[in-house]
């Protein structure tokens, strides 16, 4: 599978040991502790990775991130768009990971799951849905509420074209993966985010 990973210049440069790339400790640059605030959704994301394509290697606990569709296309994202903080450089990997190792999932919902919100099955068309879909979720103790939000995130996963949730059309699919082999990388492009 053809997919565009953004790292920061420093991973071509030098993360690669022994020529794989992995998102670990030793890679202070691109660690998770600037994210603090998000560890629940990266750990259920390692969490369903884990079922979906197999455990980590040794050491790994963050997937690497990258992506699949950009603007309802198959295609590499618009680098002309912010992708980090203004002026930094980066680099765009043109890479290709056999399908197995992949997990795919909807970019705008990964945003819901990172909030901790529920993700509803249905799109929601009106006022009135979305204040059936609330009071419903009011009305469950905490310990169910955190539950049926929890086992809603999996719908990030439903990527078929056409399918509709809320907040999300499908037009930007992001993939996961444990690493990235350097012979898998396939074009190398140096850029700074605006």
């Given at each position: ?29 691109i660690?998770?502790?600037r994210y ?75 945003h ?62 992001q ?20």
């Amino acid at each position: 599978m053809m997919l565009w990973t953004i790292q920061p210049k420093e991973v071509w440069e030098k993360g690669f040991v022994d020529g794989v790339f992995r998102c670990d400790s030793d890679h202070p640059e691109i660690g998770i502790d600037r994210y603090e605030q998000f560890l629940d959704a990266y750990e259920w994301i390692a969490e369903e990775m884990m079922k979906w394509i197999g455990p980590a290697p040794k050491g790994v606990k963050y997937p690497i991130w990258a992506y699949h569709t950009w603007d309802g296309k198959h295609k590499k994202p618009d680098l002309r768009q912010r992708q980090t903080a203004p002026g930094t450089e980066c680099v765009c990997l043109t890479i290709e990971i056999p399908d197995e190792q992949v997990l795919l999932s909807d970019f705008d919902l990964w945003h819901l799951v990172l909030g901790k919100h529920y993700i509803s099955e249905l799109p929601l068309e009106t006022d009135e849905d979305y204040d059936k879909e609330d009071a419903w979720l009011e009305s469950l103790d905490t310990d169910t509420r955190d539950r049926v939000t929890r086992d809603s995130w999996s719908n990030i996963f439903d990527v078929v074209p056409g399918t509709k949730h809320v907040n999300s059309d499908g037009d930007y699919i992001q993939a996961v993966f444990w690493e990235l082999r350097k012979e898998q990388v396939k074009k190398v492009q140096f850029f700074k985010s605006k």
